[in-house]
């Protein structure tokens, strides 16, 4: 018989410890302030404008329409044009698709470049491109727009695709460059004595055992580029604003009555792409980084 | 023929000389193994022939073509990897055919290769496996194979059993010389291990410092080291070293007289402050010590029992030495016995410049 005050197999555990009720009071505290206003956000773009001002802010909406949403998306005016958000969603995909591919295989490349095929000056190159990161955006804001103007890309979608691409390529590379150096180098030199060359290496031996780190830069552009306001607004006319500056048009228009729950659909609407992106790619950079942890 | 011909290669990193002025003539078929503790340059040496790092002067040539500009692959070498260095994401059957594949050759003769190869190695069971799921000897014996298929004629192996545990690395040993038996190709090996260095080589070169130490069988670098470092280098457990002086036909050491009996000098015999080294497993005790040139009884005052064979420790003219005995010999600490050696299995080495006497 084995009493209680002898130790053997497994130790007991409190259940109702003061420490976990310390710790999960603690953790649904914090889960509720982050997740309150996103009630209020969704509760509110579900309610008519009736409803609304009665001013029950927490209540849940009685009368549930999806009007707003379609208003949101489809309605909603900006400036001259009466297509919601429809239009920047649109102009947010065609900047997003090039700017995140552009900037990731060039980042890649030079990150691969950097780690493996040290060439004369390489430790500058890499200085230089670094301190980029440091630098504010607004001391470049109208050097670039002059850079644009005489490249004949102000104003256009492809010269924001440039700036996005320019923009992520100190962080991008510093991640490929630390990525690709931690992989072993006799690898590197393996493929060498096998006779592959500079592209051979990478498309054939490094690029397949990089997806984890393919998954981080697109997570980290996907966002940066979707949320990105100034260089959108600064850079583009009204007919190709991205999502962002068109929502902030909408949301901020001083005409007409403040219709809050098309605000908070437009918002949802635009904040849909980042969320999905991190739900889905969220799994998959996980297992990502677990495959990458078994040595082989 | 010379296989592999290395000529005054000098190698800098900045101010830094990691290798200075090497020459190495290595005939066709021959095993040889550079040893040297870490950071002596032999894995720099390595590369260097294998093109993997560019050297600051110097000439490599392999089958007597001058290679020293030449890219790693079209060089005539296969190496192996202390790391493996497999590809993960390519199977058994991609890994060894990579190469291959990189050189464009016809799919029927890379097939007829990598099954060659396969078979060699044992391996044939794995061939649709990715490297994650092989166990380290095996992936060890795909590393190999990548080399084998290349059909080269100088194979470079860098510390390829290092990452291994001692009973595979043992085996994998024995089947690396027999490979080298069946196929009869230069091979280039570097470790830092000893008895690898001692089975595999058909000469070795003990490298420090950049500078290979000295370059023979391995016979005659444990029984003949070249200098005083050689001789700490090689054998384990270690030489026993003795500080002193040599005088007229005797060694000198403390109270310590030892006659140098017939020990073969390299040239004529001096005066001169020395070391003597004699190796454990040279030291005889109980009986057998009683008619050897030297003896002398000594108090035990460690025992480390291997099995074996049995090291016992003791202090001889104030200097800690170790005596190699029978597994089977009975020896406690406390206990007094009779050792004795011949001088002439020792080695003398001049005390200021270090070299054999």
Redesign the interface.
């Known amino acids: 018989m084995v009493d209680a005050a002898h130790p053997r197999g497994p130790k007991p555990r409190r259940r109702l410890s003061r420490g976990n009720i310390m710790l999960y009071g603690t953790l649904i505290v914090v889960a509720m302030y982050y997740a309150l206003p996103l009630y209020v956000m969704i509760v509110t773009s579900l309610k008519g404008m009736p409803e609304i001002r009665m001013g029950n802010v927490f209540s849940p909406p009685v009368e549930i329409t999806f009007q707003p949403w379609v208003k949101a998306w489809s309605e909603a005016c900006t400036g001259i044009n009466c297509d919601g958000l429809s239009r920047g969603f649109w102009n947010s995909v065609q900047i997003l698709i090039p700017s995140v591919f552009l900037s990731i295989i060039i980042a890649s490349i030079n990150g691969y470049a950097l780690a493996n095929w040290r060439f004369k000056g390489a430790d500058v190159f890499f200085t230089i491109l670094i301190l980029g990161a440091f630098i504010p955006y607004q001391v470049m804001l109208y050097p670039i727009v002059i850079i644009l103007r005489e490249m004949g890309l102000y104003g256009s979608l492809w010269g924001l695709v440039l700036v996005h691409t320019v923009f992520g390529m100190p962080i991008l590379t510093l991640l490929f460059r630390n990525y690709f150096s931690a992989i072993?180098e006799?690898?590197f030199?393996?493929?060498?004595?096998?006779?592959?060359g500079f592209w051979?290496i990478y498309f054939?031996?490094m690029l397949?055992?990089s997806l984890p780190i393919f998954v981080v830069a697109m997570i980290l552009q996907v966002t940066g580029i979707w949320n990105d306001f100034l260089f959108g607004v600064i850079y583009t006319r009204p007919e190709i604003y991205p999502m962002t500056v068109q929502l902030n048009n909408i949301v901020n228009s001083v005409q007409g009555v403040k219709e809050y729950n098309v605000n908070m659909a437009a918002t949802l609407l635009t904040g849909l792409v980042p969320l999905t992106i991190y739900f889905v790619s969220g799994k998959l950079f996980v297992r990502g980084i677990a495959a990458g942890a078994?040595?082989? | 023929m010379t296989s592999v011909l290395v000529k005054d290669l000098t190698l800098k990193f900045g101010a830094l000389t990691v290798l200075d002025t090497l020459n190495i003539d290595i005939p066709e078929g021959e095993f040889l193994v550079l040893l040297g503790a870490s950071g002596c340059g032999k894995s720099t040496l390595l590369n260097c022939i294998a093109g993997l790092l560019d050297v600051t002067d110097g000439e490599i040539h392999i089958n007597d073509q001058n290679v020293t500009w030449a890219e790693p692959s079209e060089r005539g070498i296969g190496m192996v990897f202390q790391s493996y260095a497999l590809y993960p994401q390519m199977t058994v059957a991609g890994n060894l055919s990579f190469g291959l594949r990189n050189a464009r050759m016809p799919k029927d003769e890379i097939a007829a290769r990598v099954a060659r190869a396969a078979e060699v190695l044992q391996i044939e069971p794995l061939l649709d496996r990715k490297p994650a799921a092989l166990s380290g000897g095996q992936r060890q014996r795909v590393a190999i194979g990548r080399a084998l298929v290349r059909d080269v004629d100088v194979f470079l192996f860098d510390e390829p059993l290092s990452n291994l545990d001692a009973k595979l690395r043992a085996d994998l040993r024995v089947e690396i010389k027999r490979l080298h038996h069946n196929l009869k190709n230069t091979m280039i090996y570097v470790t830092h291990d000893q008895v690898e260095a001692m089975t595999l080589a058909d000469r070795i070169a003990i490298m420090k410092g950049g500078v290979i130490q000295q370059l023979d069988t391995p016979t005659e670098i444990y029984n003949r080291p070249i200098n005083k470092y050689v001789a700490g280098f090689i054998g384990s457990p270690e030489i026993n070293f003795f500080e002193g002086r040599i005088e007229g036909d005797h060694f000198v050491a403390d109270d310590l007289h030892i006659p140098l009996g017939a020990y073969a000098f390299q040239g004529a015999r001096r005066d001169v402050m020395a070391s003597f080294g004699i190796r454990p497993e040279h030291i005889q005790s109980g009986d057998m010590a009683r008619d050897l040139p030297f003896s002398q009884e000594v108090e035990i005052e460690i025992v480390e029992p291997m099995g074996s064979d049995t090291l016992a420790w003791t202090t001889l003219a104030g200097c800690p030495l170790r005596i190699r005995m029978d597994g089977q010999a009975a020896v406690a600490s406390g206990t007094r016995i009779l050792i004795g050696f011949d001088p002439a299995r020792g080695s003398f080495f001049d005390a200021a410049s270090e070299l054999r006497l």
């Open positions: 072993p006799e690898l030199k393996a493929a060498r004595v096998d006779g592959a051979g054939r031996i397949p055992m078994v040595k082989g």
